[in-house]
Structure formats: C-alpha cells, structure tokens
C-alpha cells in the first residue's frame, strides 16, 4: 500500500458516514450528535425515526431541519474548508456541521403545584387561600425555535431542565384565570376540566414562540384551608338534619327506645315522653318558622344577584350574543341573573356555535364554543 493510501485510508476513516440516535432515556428533549473533530462524508446517511427531527446547524446558523425519514447528505459545491487542505484527489470534500436530534414525542405524566397558598377573593368566606396541585404533557412543535430559544448548544437537554420553568408559567397562569374567573371556592371542583383548558391555552399563547406546546393539563387537587374545610363539614351537617320537626321526632323515638331498655323506668317514661314532646315541638316551630324566614330571604336575595358568565371560544375573537344581542368579544366575563338564556358564539368562517342554559342563583359558569370551520 503506497503513502497516499495510507493517507487517503486515514482520512476517510475520520469521516463520518450514517448519523442516527436512539433515546435510551424516556427525558431527552435535543440530543447533540457526537461530531467532534470528525466531519460528516458528502453522501453519509441520515437516519430520522419517528418522533425524532434532525437540525443541522453550520456556523452558528441553523442550516436545515429534517423529519422523519432516511436522507443521504450532498454538501454540492459548498466552499466548506476542510482539514485536508488540497489532498481532495480521490474522494469527496466533507461536510463540517452540527447535528442535533430533537424529540418531538410527548413527554407525559409532568408535575406542577403551587410552592405557596394562592390568595382568593370568595363571596362566601371572603379571602382564602388556595392550593393546587396536578399534571401536564408537552411536545417539541418546533425545533428550530427551541434549539434557538431554549436549548443552545448544550450537549444533552432533558425535560428536568425546562421544568422548572414551565412550572413556574402553569402557577402564574393558574393564580391569574382563578382572579379573572372569580369561581366561588365551593364550585371549584366542578370545573376542573374548564380551568385546565383555559390554563393550556394560555401556556400555549405564552411558549409558542419557543416551540413548545402543552398538549395536555390537568387540575388533580385544588385544597382549601383547614378552617375553610370545617365551615363546610358544618354546612353539611346542617344540611343533611333536612326537616327540623323530623328531626325532633327521630329523637323522641330514640328517647322512648333508651326508656324502654332501661329498668323501672314505665313510671317516670309518661311524664318525660310528655315533656319532651311539648319542649320538642315548641322548639320545632321556632326553629322552622326562623329557617323558613331565611331561607325566603336567601331566595329573593340570590334572585337578585348577578352571577359571572365565563365565556371562551376556540379561534378565540368571536361574537357573543345573549338571546340575540350582543354583549361583547370571546374571551369576557359576563355577569347575569338567574335565568334561562340562549348563547351564541359567531365568527366569520366559522359555524355558529348556540347553546340554551340555565344560570342558577350563585353558581359560577364557564362555557368554551369550539368552533368548526365551513
């Protein structure tokens, strides 16, 4: 074998001929494909699998994104310097560049919570404070921008590096649609799947421009405090007596029952029933004349009380009418007495989206129209 053999073996030998990546780790968002100080032969192979892109940056300069598929790398007639110098006779000028693969699965099961209490403004217990808790999933949509924006030139990038930040943006969205929404504290639970949805969207608005999108958001848990918990225990409580004048029955009823089970005690049992009785109903009479008092009292009063509307739309931007007049653009809070209305949402393009409900005294609603194109 003479010198230059040698020398043209060795040089090729530097160069390199198929580019692919398998993610062994299940958290890897970019991956930077080991060059080094080996450069890329024109006509190597590159290998893409599914939920994979490969983004060439040359000079500092993203140079090309690929997806899913297999490419064979043709630099042209590039003026790329190569560290052969003139000693091209006999083969191809090589492709000096930077490899980075970006994982554009989903990455599922994300925690967030709230380090600290979130304070709300209630109607019924005045301010309170919150916590909250749950889960999300987020994909690459872009992987040019992420690279720019987030990543860098960092080697490896994984999801514990982004996480932070993103938790950080899902509490100060969380904090803000619970101020604009205003839902009673009571009436969380039962819009759970609303809040997370609004929440996605806002995130989305918010991480667009670095290539990222929440996919999925989820509110597990949103806990009150613990005096807020025992004021409702109380409530409950109260609520499930039902009929005060029942209620003193039950307990004569287990009055006679004791009486009965103790001995000697058919002497005395006439004069205590008696007395029980007459003490019972009289305090049944008081107590329901009082609720019957304030429970019509409550009825006018929350038949006067607007309740906040929450009404969203996807594109957002579209026309909101209440039993065919318009009040405002989607996204608004409105605020409405208790009644039946018909809601309209209608934007240019799209086909109307019409719903008939039913606002009930005190109780928060939230309606998102998703809108079909014609």
Do not use: H
């Amino acid at each position: 074998m003479s010198i230059f053999d040698k020398i043209k073996e060795t040089a090729l030998s530097q160069f390199i001929e198929v580019i692919e990546w398998v993610d062994e780790t299940g958290n890897t968002i970019v991956y930077r494909f080991p060059v080094r100080q080996q450069e890329i032969k024109n006509g190597a192979q590159l290998i893409v699998r599914e939920s994979q892109a490969a983004v060439f940056v040359y000079q500092g300069q993203i140079a090309d994104v690929f997806g899913p598929g297999k490419y064979t790398i043709d630099g042209g007639n590039t003026p790329i310097l190569s560290t052969l110098g003139a000693w091209k006779y006999g083969f191809n000028s090589p492709l000096k560049s930077e490899v980075y693969f970006v994982n554009t699965k989903q990455f599922t099961d994300m925690k967030w919570g709230t380090p600290n209490p979130i304070m709300l403004r209630d109607n019924d217990f005045g301010i309170v404070r919150l916590r909250a808790f749950g889960g999300y999933s987020m994909r690459i949509i872009d992987p040019g921008s992420f690279i720019k924006q987030i990543a860098g030139t960092n080697a490896r990038f994984e999801t514990e590096n982004i996480e932070t930040q993103l938790k950080r943006a899902v509490v100060s969205q969380f904090s803000d649609v619970l101020g604009e929404l205003k839902i009673p504290a009571l009436d969380l639970a039962a819009q759970y799947k609303e809040l997370g949805e609004v929440i996605r969207n806002k995130i989305n608005e918010d991480f667009k421009d670095y290539g990222i999108e929440v996919t999925k958001f989820y509110i597990e848990n949103i806990s009150l405090p613990e005096e807020v918990e025992k004021a409702l225990d109380r409530r409950t409580a109260m609520g499930a007596l039902g009929d005060p004048a029942r209620y003193m029955q039950f307990q004569a009823a287990d009055a006679l029952r004791d009486a009965a089970q103790n001995e000697g005690g058919g002497a005395g049992l006439g004069a205590g029933l008696g007395a029980g009785f007459a003490i019972g109903n009289q305090m049944a009479n008081v107590f329901g004349q009082t609720m019957q008092q304030g429970q019509q009292q409550q009825q006018i009063q929350q038949e006067t009380v607007e309740v906040p509307v929450t009404i969203t739309s996807e594109p957002p931007g579209a026309e909101i009418e209440i039993d065919g007049v318009y009040e405002a653009n989607t996204p608004s809070q409105l605020s409405l007495k208790p009644a039946e209305y018909i809601i309209r949402v209608s934007r240019p393009g799209y086909k109307p989206w019409e719903r008939r409900v039913i606002i009930k005294p005190g109780t928060a609603k939230t309606f998102n129209a998703i809108l079909e194109k014609e």
